[in-house]
């Protein structure tokens, strides 16, 4: 089949504006590096309770299901899953009443509804799985800064600008920009950042899934700070935020392993 010029511009450009408002949390990488860092803090019977789930796959390797499943139509009503929308501006209580109030499904409400699948011991092996599945993606977006941003630009898809001379959006910058900029495998990055001090593990193991949205957020508000539309981001940016997503990757990995130790005791 032939398409007219003008048909395949506009099949371009529909694909091209599509892509972004779609990005997934952390990219590929990013959320088998969560999963591999979890895998290093599970207890003895949660490691036992994810193998009878998942069986041989790994948390690393099932983390990105939830992005391969969006081929599948019968899998759309996911789509709300992956970030919680919220307003400028608020400290810690106005985003836990925001939470509180927000009904639509959310990364935030509906991680809440996978613990308590995987903790009901009348669920099947296949609402296991796909609880177990969706926990450990979640988990990996919510610690995705732009996963908790702002509404009127779709998490950043909006803030368009190049990365390393590229055209991107500020979403897309740490959905993959940033990750795959260190040039390291998912087991060799989370080797290289997996080493928090015994003060950080009690920290970050001791906050709330409410607390872990506000550290999104404020990590948020320094993001939209140094960024702006039609920005050129290269090596400065990197090094202004490359802490603060290893610091993402590591307490995503840490809390997921830290909900799985709670729910399986």
Same mark, same amino acid.
């Given at each position: 089949?032939?398409?007219?010029?003008?048909?395949?511009?506009?099949?371009?450009?529909?694909?091209?504006?599509?892509?972004?408002?779609?990005?997934?949390?952390?990219?590929?990488?990013?959320?088998?590096?969560?999963?591999?860092?979890?895998? *290093?803090?599970?207890?003895?019977?949660?490691?036992?309770?994810?193998?009878?789930?998942?069986?041989?796959? *790994?948390?690393?390797?099932?983390?990105?299901?939830?992005?391969?499943?969006?081929?599948?139509?019968?899998?759309?009503?996911?789509?709300?899953?992956?970030?919680?929308?919220?307003?400028?501006?608020? !400290?810690?209580?106005?985003?836990?009443?925001?939470?509180?109030?927000?009904?639509?499904?959310?990364?935030?409400?509906?991680?809440?509804?996978?613990? /308590?699948?995987?903790?009901?011991?009348? /669920?099947?092996?296949?609402?296991?799985?796909?609880?177990?599945?969706?926990?450990?993606?979640?988990?990996?977006?919510?610690?995705?800064?732009?996963?908790?941003?702002?509404?009127?630009?779709?998490?950043?898809?909006?803030?368009?600008?190049?990365?390393?001379?590229?055209?991107?959006?500020?979403?897309?910058?740490? !959905? /993959?920009?940033?990750? !795959?900029?260190? +040039?390291?495998?998912? *087991?060799?990055?989370?080797?290289?950042?997996?080493?928090?001090? =015994?003060?950080?593990?009690?920290?970050?193991?001791?906050?709330?899934?409410?607390?872990?949205?506000?550290?999104?957020? +404020?990590?948020?508000?320094?993001?939209?700070?140094? *960024?702006?539309?039609?920005? =050129?981001?290269?090596?400065?940016?990197?090094?202004?935020?490359?802490?603060?997503?290893?610091?993402?990757?590591?307490?995503?990995?840490?809390?997921?392993?830290?909900?799985?130790?709670?729910?399986?005791?």
């Amino acid at each position: 089949m032939k398409f007219s010029k003008s048909l395949k511009v506009g099949l371009i450009m529909a694909i091209c504006a599509y892509i972004p408002v779609n990005a997934s949390a952390w990219g590929m990488l990013g959320h088998r590096i969560v999963g591999q860092v979890a895998e *290093t803090y599970l207890n003895s019977k949660s490691r036992k309770a994810v193998k009878n789930i998942l069986g041989d796959e *790994t948390l690393a390797m099932t983390a990105n299901w939830p992005d391969f499943i969006k081929s599948d139509t019968s899998y759309n009503y996911l789509s709300s899953w992956h970030y919680v929308n919220l307003p400028a501006n608020l !400290d810690r209580q106005g985003v836990v009443d925001f939470l509180n109030r927000e009904k639509t499904p959310n990364v935030y409400n509906k991680i809440q509804e996978m613990i /308590s699948i995987l903790k009901n011991k009348q /669920s099947n092996a296949d609402q296991k799985k796909l609880a177990l599945r969706l926990l450990v993606h979640m988990v990996g977006d919510l610690h995705q800064p732009m996963h908790t941003a702002r509404k009127e630009d779709l998490g950043g898809n909006k803030v368009y600008v190049t990365w390393f001379g590229q055209k991107s959006n500020l979403h897309s910058v740490w !959905d /993959s920009g940033l990750v !795959d900029y260190q +040039q390291l495998s998912y *087991t060799e990055y989370a080797t290289v950042i997996n080493h928090p001090t =015994k003060a950080q593990l009690k920290s970050w193991r001791a906050t709330s899934l409410a607390d872990n949205v506000f550290e999104s957020y +404020q990590l948020v508000d320094k993001i939209y700070a140094k *960024t702006r539309a039609e920005d =050129k981001l290269s090596y400065r940016y990197n090094f202004d935020f490359v802490d603060h997503l290893n610091e993402q990757l590591l307490k995503g990995g840490v809390r997921l392993a830290n909900i799985l130790n709670e729910i399986y005791g």
